[in-house]
């Protein structure tokens, strides 16, 4: 008779047998208490952490001011599916957003299922937020422990930039979120050597770059890197699976981009951003080498070369405008990367220590020189982008260098620790004294980071050289303290202030360019009913015109102080928006509702030069605008030839127009509007253009 041999166990991915799986009570139960090998205090501390996430970028959402630039678009996506695939920035689908669509479809699925308002748009962005938080506490612990992994959950949640920039409807916190996604499911294929985590690292970055296009790509080279290094597979079977995993990423960014290049111009909208009406060129151009060269460069000047952030260099992450939204840990971080490979100089090719410092420093040092260095358009609220390998960097610093503090023979070691607290703490007193009688939030918090950074140091060295443990753990509790009170207390202003739009900081005002020109994004609706009297907002500035933005009529939005970008405000009646092509006039309250009882059947309200007047009317007025010159008034969406076609269908009745022109056929449409249509005497630029007109 013959007996069967029982199946093997199961093994982990490191070869080691897999226990049973917990039943489902037990599952339930290791949700809220973690896995029983780990700390007991580890898993209520991430939940702790994770409340904490969710109150910072939800608390007081009736307060949020999102950007109407993504919000108008958001809501033409409710009202039309097809201005949802493309991005369109109106229901008519005009025009596109200057950024392929994929956060739009996520806040707009929101929108659609739960109705459009402040909470519902906010709901996504504050997901992937915590979800973020939690995705890096879960890579990191695996690597270097619970206490690296919920030192680096805390240091993420505390980054101010980062709280500010999910507090609103730009589509960097769901582009941060899908690039942690790729960056696990890298480290996954790297521990395994199996295919399919890299084919889905490769996808993960691709709907990043559907979310902002080529800034999702900056994480490459290193993401390359590591996988060459010290994935366990030969160098064959290496190059073979990048070579998959590549093919992955490009099929998963390119297929939008591939698919509205394809369709006929006449049957879609304007590319928002472009200077040829293709994806492509938004691509390479306006995000792409514009970013990284402004104006100068040969392809992508519309780039242009508006700094939002301080001027481009190696310090401006540190600067009067930028060091207090990204810069308190990256001394630390910088130390603690040099130490850690350092430390893991000696490990096999294929240590997973080794490959997570090389995964999360070059993440760190490639956000770093990018932003640093980027002479074209530059908003401080990008660096959220590096927030995670900062965060990272500093959870495993604290274990490693820690470690090595307690047990290394080398003397070095007894100062590497203490040094990098004491840099990173005067580093943090720098920062609060800049700000110095902003409030009392800031003095306590230099109080508190300047004595318990001197505690920390103090007790470190103590401690080593006497042997007491139990000082040695208090000092390095207290390092924990000194370098996140800073964080902090800007998290803490960003969280219950009032922030700006499109240009969100957090911190009070520092002055700069970030505060005198980052315009601000208006107020969507903060019930589910959508525009039509229910918005309030704020003037917002172009860059690039020196124009203001539409501002709703029902109110005004609070100026944003604890925001270094703080908008300017102006009367309820009436809104300065960017008119006629170029120029300045005014879009009252009356206006619009003039426009809406005289649209008769037109497809579109009315004609503005810029997305920013056009974004503001739609969400006001729940009709779609046109906006014939994209975000900064330069696109040439509009022709005057289509103008007159769009005319003569009876498709669209007004037009803004201001005695100054921009550009050649800009200026043409300015003269021929004037020379043809019927001025609206009211209201001071408004032309009345019927089929009659068009000769």
Do not use: C
């Not at 619970?146 to 507090?167: D, E, H």
């Not at 790297?190 to 994480?219: C, D, E, H």
């Not at 005014?586 to 497809?603: E, H, R």
């Amino acid at each position: 008779m013959t007996t069967l041999a029982p199946p093997p166990a199961p093994t982990t991915e490191d070869g080691r047998h897999r226990a049973a799986p917990p039943a489902a009570s037990s599952r339930l139960r290791r949700l809220f208490t973690g896995a029983p090998e780990d700390p007991r205090w580890a898993r209520p501390a991430l939940w702790a952490i994770l409340v904490l996430a969710t109150a910072l970028y939800a608390w007081n959402l009736s307060s949020i001011t999102g950007n109407t630039f993504y919000d108008a678009a958001v809501y033409s996506g409710t009202k039309s599916w097809k201005a949802f695939f493309f991005g369109a920035l109106d229901s008519g689908s005009f025009i596109t957003v200057d950024k392929p669509p994929f956060a739009l479809w996520v806040m707009g699925l929101s929108a659609r299922v739960f109705g459009y308002g402040t909470w519902q748009l906010m709901l996504p962005m504050v997901a992937v937020g915590t979800g973020s938080v939690a995705l890096l506490y879960r890579m990191v612990k695996r690597d270097f422990g619970a206490v690296a992994g919920t030192i680096a959950a805390l240091a993420l949640t505390l980054t101010p930039i980062t709280v500010a920039i999910t507090r609103d409807t730009n589509p960097d916190p769901i582009l941060v979120f899908l690039m942690l996604l790729g960056a696990a499911a890298l480290m996954k294929a790297v521990r395994t050597g199996r295919l399919m985590p890299l084919v889905w690292s490769g996808v993960a970055i691709g709907f990043a770059f559907n979310t902002k296009m080529m800034q999702a790509y900056v994480v490459l080279p290193a993401f390359f890197l590591v996988y060459l290094w010290a994935t366990q597979l030969s160098l064959g079977k290496r190059i073979r699976n990048l070579a998959v995993g590549t093919v992955a990423l490009v099929v998963s960014s390119a297929w939008w981009m591939v698919v509205v290049d394809l369709i006929p111009a006449s049957s879609r909208p304007y590319i928002g951003g472009s200077t040829d009406n293709t994806v492509w060129d938004l691509v390479i151009g306006y995000n792409g080498f514009g970013r990284i060269f402004g104006a100068s460069s040969s392809v992508g000047s519309q780039g242009n070369g508006a700094s939002f952030g301080g001027d481009a260099g190696l310090y401006r992450l540190f600067n009067s405008i930028m060091g207090g939204q990204i810069s308190w840990l990256i001394p630390f971080a910088l130390i603690a990367l040099i130490g850690g490979l350092v430390l893991r100089g000696r490990a096999p090719r294929t240590d997973a220590k080794r490959a997570a410092l090389m995964m999360w420093g070059g993440w760190f040092v490639l956000h770093y020189l990018t932003f640093a260095l980027a002479e074209g358009t530059f908003h401080p609220y990008y660096v959220t982008a590096m927030a995670p390998g900062i965060a990272a960097l500093a959870g495993i610093g604290a274990v490693m260098l820690y470690k090595a503090f307690q047990e290394g023979s080398a003397a070095k070691w007894s100062w590497v620790l203490p040094a990098a607290i004491a840099v990173s703490s005067v580093w943090a007193v720098v920062l609060l004294q800049r700000v110095s009688g902003s409030g009392t939030l800031y003095t306590v918090a230099e109080v508190v980071a300047g004595v318990a950074g001197a505690v920390s140091v103090i007790g470190l060295l103590l401690g080593r050289f006497t042997k007491r443990q139990r000082l040695t753990g208090l000092a390095a509790l207290a390092a924990v303290v000194a370098l996140l009170a800073g964080p902090a207390a800007y998290s803490a202003s960003a969280a219950t202030s009032s922030t700006n739009g499109t240009n969100p900081t957090a911190g009070p005002s520092t002055g700069g360019m970030g505060g005198g020109m980052g315009g601000g994004g208006g107020q969507r609706p903060s019930g589910s009913g959508g525009p039509g009297g229910s918005t309030s907002g704020s003037t917002n500035s172009s860059s690039s015109s020196s124009q203001s933005m539409g501002q709703p009529p029902s109110g005004s939005a609070p100026s944003g102080s604890g925001s270094s970008t703080g908008s300017s405000t102006s009367e309820s009646e009436s809104r300065t928006s960017g008119g006629g092509m170029g120029g300045e006039s005014q879009v009252s309250s009356a206006m619009i509702s003039y426009l809406k009882k005289n649209q008769d059947g037109a497809t579109w309200l009315v004609a503005v030069a810029t997305d920013q007047t056009a974004s503001s009317i739609i969400l006001e007025s729940g009709q779609p605008v046109i906006s014939m010159g994209g975000w900064s008034g330069s696109d040439n969406a509009m022709t005057l030839a289509k103008l007159k076609s769009l005319v003569k269908s009876g498709k669209l009745h007004y037009i803004v127009i201001s005695d100054s022109g921009q550009g050649s056929s800009n200026s043409e449409i300015s003269t021929w509007v004037k020379k043809n249509g019927t001025a609206v005497s009211a209201y001071s630029g408004l032309y009345r253009l019927d089929a009659s007109d068009v000769s």
